[in-house]
Structures are given as structure tokens and as C-alpha cells.
């Protein structure tokens, strides 16, 4: 039987993803790339010029000392890359079997960081040590000092929360990293895009960051997959590369084997596209519709989180939010149970406003 043609769904009422519509120019190379894999870099060349060139464009938004030659990778997300990191760390830390001097290594993150690293400290079997926030949703260097000792691989600084869009304190991180000798590792999977337009202290040239996530299938612009991973010394892509016997290259430093040209080739082309004015405005309408809705969302009576990055949080009551799934909004929730609205390229100030207007009128 013939079945009609499936459709994605359309961006209009989606306000809880950190992905968003590619860019025209992102979503043509993508297909043009779409059966090349930079996972074999010697059959398939072009891609991987191109992944050269996705890296460096990666590390110039991200400050990297050396953007021309910088480690670093195009990644299938934001996961990935958080994993790598702390496997590179692990490896490095003490020589790769996840145990140090007869303990396990550990790695330690702020309660916001992002359920990879969960799955990153089961996968490489190192503890994850999670620690309290200030009272303003962000990682308290007091309480990271408190937890790191000498088996402390990794301390995670997140630059841009999944929830509150947070920004931590990272040079302050680094320190109390560089104390124990443990690295840094800077998740700014969302926030990347958006933070060098803001003074924000995030970057390799903001502190002794040693790896860093930054991710174009989210605020780039670019289609999924599309993640990024960088590193400021080669060692840390050395510290994961295994041998391949049968390729013409001899070592993969990659999580995956296969992967996406699509997700590389799209990355590109909205980097070329849109660094830096493009982003620039990209961030500055966000930053303008995330106050503009924290301000009508306050006026109408309900606690809310102040935006630092575009994404607004507000205590809006379970019926209520319920109410606004059951109009199509595609909302979610903090862990709290607060609604959380990220303000992607693709939320209008319109929509925002047709948002608003069926919150006004299931609250009634
Ligand atoms: C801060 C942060 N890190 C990592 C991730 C994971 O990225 P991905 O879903 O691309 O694997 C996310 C996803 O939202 C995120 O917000």
C-alpha cells in the first residue's frame, strides 16, 4: 500500500531544542556530502580537507592559540566529544587503563553538567564526582577544590548550561585544576556559537582550557550530526588514537569509525556562511527575544530565571505546561520542573508571541 511521504516535524512551535534549521547553504553541502565518510580519510579526501577546515573554524570561534593546526575533530554531538575528552584525560592521566596508582580515576563536574558524562564515567569506568552550584545555577569553585585530590583526571567547566544556560567561572576552574594536576575540559556544546559575542570568560585564550566541546548541529547552524571537539595540545587526540591495520591511515583518534560527511561538509558551509556577522546577529536577536520573554513572563507573575545566554526558565505550574504540550508547543522541563524556553535561531519574536498568547489563554 502506498504510504504518504513522512515530514519532519516544522520548527514553528519548537522551543526546547538546542538543535535548529540549518542553515540553505549548510543543508546543500550536507546532501552534496552525504556518501563520503572522513572516517577513512585516505579514500575519502575531499571530506577530509574539509574536516581541516570545520577544525579550524571551530578553534578560531574558540580562541585556540594555533586555529591553522589545532587537534580536534567533527564529532556526531555534543556526547561524543564530552566522552572523548574524558577518555583523553583518563589516558593521560595515568596511562590509559582508568586506574591510578591502585584507585579509580576520577573526573568532577558541577550538577549541571550535561547526563554524557554520565554516560562518558560508565563507559570509561571513572568516578564521577558531582558537586553543588552557587545560588545562581553555576559550578562553585569551592566545592570543586573540595573535590578534586591527585586521581583527578578531569574537571568539567560548562560554558552554557543545558538548563539554565549557565556560564561557570572557568579560569577560576582551571586553577583549582591546575592544582591537582587534573585537566580542563570546557563543555560549550550549546553555548559555543553565541559566547564570543559576549564577555564571557569561556575560550582557550580565557584560561588553561586543555579540551573543549563546541558543537555546530546546535547555535552553528549546521545539520546533525555535527559536533566538535578540540584540543589545545596534539597530545590529547594522540592520547586516544588506536592503530588500523587495514586503512591506509594508521591510527583513528575518532569514537566512531564510519561517519557522517554530511554532518562535516554542512559545518563548513555554515561557518563560512555565517562567522562572524551572521552569528553575531544570529546571537544579539536571541539575547533580545530571551530578555523580551523573561520580561513578559515575570509580568505575568511567575518566577523566572534570569537569562545569561538565551534560555529562559520560569516556575510555570505542571497544568499550565501540560496545557501548553497539549497546544503543540514542544516545551520541556528543568529537573525542577520548571519550563524551559531556548531562544534558537529558528524562535521568531512571533512565535514567541503566539506562545504567550495561548499562555494567556490556558492559564485563564
Ligand atoms: C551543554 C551540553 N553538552 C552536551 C550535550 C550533548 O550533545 P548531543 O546531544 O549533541 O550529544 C548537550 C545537549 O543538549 C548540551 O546541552
Known amino acids: 500500500m502506498q504510504q504518504p511521504e513522512p515530514e519532519p516535524q516544522s520548527f514553528d512551535r519548537v522551543l526546547s531544542s538546542m538543535c535548529t534549521e540549518p ?3 549548510a543543508r546543500a553541502a550536507a546532501e552534496r556530502f552525504l556518501a563520503t565518510n572522513p572516517g577513512d580519510p585516505a579514500t575519502y579526501e575531499a571530506v577530509a580537507d574539509l574536516e581541516r577546515r570545520a577544525v579550524e573554524g571551530l578553534a578560531t570561534l574558540s580562541a585556540h592559540p594555533t586555529p591553522g593546526d589545532a587537534a580536534g575533530y567533527v564529532t556526531s554531538g555534543g556526547t561524543e566529544a564530552n566522552v572523548q575528552a574524558v577518555r583523553s584525560a583518563r ?3 595515568d596511562g590509559s587503563d582508568g586506574r591510578h596508582g591502585g584507585k579509580a580515576v576520577n573526573v568532577v563536574a558541577p550538577t549541571s553538567a550535561h547526563f554524557s558524562f554520565t554516560k562518558a564515567a560508565e563507559v570509561l569506568g571513572v568516578e564521577l564526582r558531582t558537586v553543588p552550584l552557587d545560588d545562581d545555577y553555576r559550578a562553585d569553585p569551592d566545592a570543586v577544590a573540595a573535590a578534586v585530590d591527585d586521581d583527578t583526571a578531569l574537571v568539567v567547566a560548562v560554558a552554557g548550561s543545558t538548563e539554565y544556560g549557565r556560564v561557570d567561572p572557568i579560569p577560576e576552574l582551571a586553577a583549582v585544576a591546575g592544582e ?5 575540559h570546557v563543555d560549550a556544546a550549546w553555548g559555543g556559537f553565541v559566547l564570543p559575542f559576549t564577555d564571557h570568560a569561556w575560550s582557550f585564550a ?4 586543555d579540551t573543549l566541546t563546541i558543537d555546530p548541529h546546535k547555535y552553528g547552524q ?3 550530526p555535527a559536533g566538535g571537539l578540540l584540543a589545545r595540545e596534539d597530545a590529547a587526540l594522540d592520547a586516544l588514537a588506536v592503530d588500523t591495520p587495514y586503512l591506509e591511515t594508521r591510527s583513528q583518534a575518532t569514537l566512531t569509525g ?3 560527511g554530511a554532518g562535516v561538509a554542512g559545518a563548513v558551509a555554515a561557518m563560512d556562511a555565517l ?3 551572521g552569528y553575531r546577529e544570529a546571537a544579539e536577536r536571541a539575547a533580545d527575544n530571551a530578555d523580551w520573554l523573561a520580561g513578559e513572563l515575570a509580568a505575568r507573575g511567575y518566577d523566572v530565571v534570569e537569562p545569561e545566554l538565551p534560555l529562559v526558565a520560569a516556575a510555570v505550574p505542571e497544568s499550565t505546561f501540560a496545557a501548553l504540550r497539549d497546544a503543540g508547543w514542544k516545551v520541556s522541563r528543568t529537573g525542577t520542573g520548571e519550563l524551559r524556553v531556548v531562544c534558537m535561531p529558528h524562535v521568531t519574536r512571533s512565535a514567541l508571541r503566539a506562545f504567550l498568547d495561548d ?3 490556558v492559564r485563564r
Not at 206 to 209: E, F, I
Open 23 to 25: 542553515h540553505p547553504a
Open 91 to 93: 589516558n593521560r592521566h
Open 180 to 184: 591537582v594536576g587534573a585537566r580542563l
Open 206 to 209: 580565557d584560561a588553561a582550557v
Open 222 to 224: 549546521a545539520p546533525v
Open 258 to 260: 564510519t561517519r557522517s
Open 275 to 277: 562567522w562572524p556577522d
Open 359 to 361: 499562555l494567556d489563554r
